[in-house]
């Protein structure tokens, strides 16, 4: 279910659950506060007559009645999770209309793809954002194994085996696919969104709205090496980049020039904002998020 259905559905249910618990104060005549204690009886015993004294006697032990809020509260309560309050708060998240304060910083846990996925920067990255995002399941190795998409090219899965040193990688759309394998098996409304071809003042409308985004990049921070390799999906050329690495954009600060990231070879670093973007800029700025 999309986040659109599923927060009709919501209100759907709230609103019921406040018709249920209004009932006895709608059968009120109007021009009465009907919160006020003790409306109900008062009205009802304005002009009483013998031949509605029983249905009298039944009003006024009405009187007494509170409206019955546990059904409201009940779907409340079932609304309490990160993905339907984030839906619920901001339905159309529009990053070009998004405020940018002067820095931000993600909560994000930091996770190594070393020794276990010496070529698994891709698959290490999204299970850091599935683990912010509340999926404490999310392991590593476990993607890997039963998510994580194989294809015979980069670009709509992975090419090698990221547990050796001869695996290549795998692109956004492959990791979208593998992102949206894992949250539909767990019920879950989220759903990733390939963000390629974005400017950096869209990525940093994503942190501001608290959303980490996997960015493509290049291994230690060094200059991208183009392959010449190229392989087009849905209009769009993705080329092989030989130093190709993948993390996580976790925060910004414009004072200071400066980003942080989550980078499954070297941990939380902080890197020069300028030099971070001629990187994504140069892999063909790629990125994923999580909505």
């Known amino acids: 279910m999309n986040n659109q259905k599923k927060?009709?559905?919501?209100?759907?249910?709230?609103?019921?659950?406040?018709?249920?618990?209004?009932i006895p104060l709608c059968m009120v005549g109007t021009g009465e506060n009907i919160f006020a204690?003790?409306?109900?009886?008062?009205?009802?015993e304005s002009n009483p007559t013998s031949a509605d004294s029983s249905q009298d006697s039944s009003a006024a032990a009405d009187t007494s009645m509170e409206p019955d809020t546990s059904v409201f509260k009940e779907y409340i309560y079932q609304i309490d999770n990160l993905e339907t309050m984030?839906?619920?708060?901001?339905?159309?998240?529009?990053?070009?209309?998004?405020?940018?304060?002067?820095?931000?910083?993600?909560d994000v846990e930091e996770i190594y793809q070393l020794p276990e996925l010496p070529t698994g920067c891709e698959i290490t990255s999204l299970t850091m954002l599935l683990r912010y995002y509340g999926f404490k399941d999310a392991e590593k190795t476990m993607m890997a194994d039963q998510y994580l998409v194989y294809a015979d090219q980069y670009v709509t899965g992975f090419y090698g085996d990221p547990t050796t040193e001869k695996g290549a990688g795998i692109y956004p759309p492959g990791l979208v696919e593998t992102t949206d394998n894992f949250l539909q098996a767990h019920g879950s409304s989220l759903y990733a969104k390939n963000l390629t071809g974005s400017t950096m003042d869209i990525l940093y409308a994503y942190l501001a709205h608290g959303d980490p985004v996997v960015v493509w990049s290049t291994q230690y921070f060094n200059?991208?090496?183009?392959?010449g390799i190229i392989e087009s999906y849905e209009g769009i050329d993705y080329e092989w980049d030989y130093n190709e690495h993948c993390i996580v954009l976790t925060g910004y600060n414009f004072a200071t020039g400066t980003v942080t990231v989550h980078d499954p070879l070297e941990g939380i670093v902080e890197r020069d904002a300028q030099r971070f973007q001629e990187l994504y800029e140069g892999l063909g700025s790629m990125a994923m998020v999580i909505q």
């Open 37 to 44: 204690h003790g409306t109900h009886g008062n009205h009802r």
């Open 86 to 106: 984030k839906a619920i708060q901001n339905p159309s998240f529009d990053p070009a209309s998004q405020q940018l304060p002067e820095s931000v910083q993600l």
């Open 223 to 227: 200059d991208n090496i183009p392959s």
């Open 7 to 22: 927060i009709k559905k919501i209100c759907l249910q709230i609103v019921m659950g406040f018709t249920v618990a209004l």
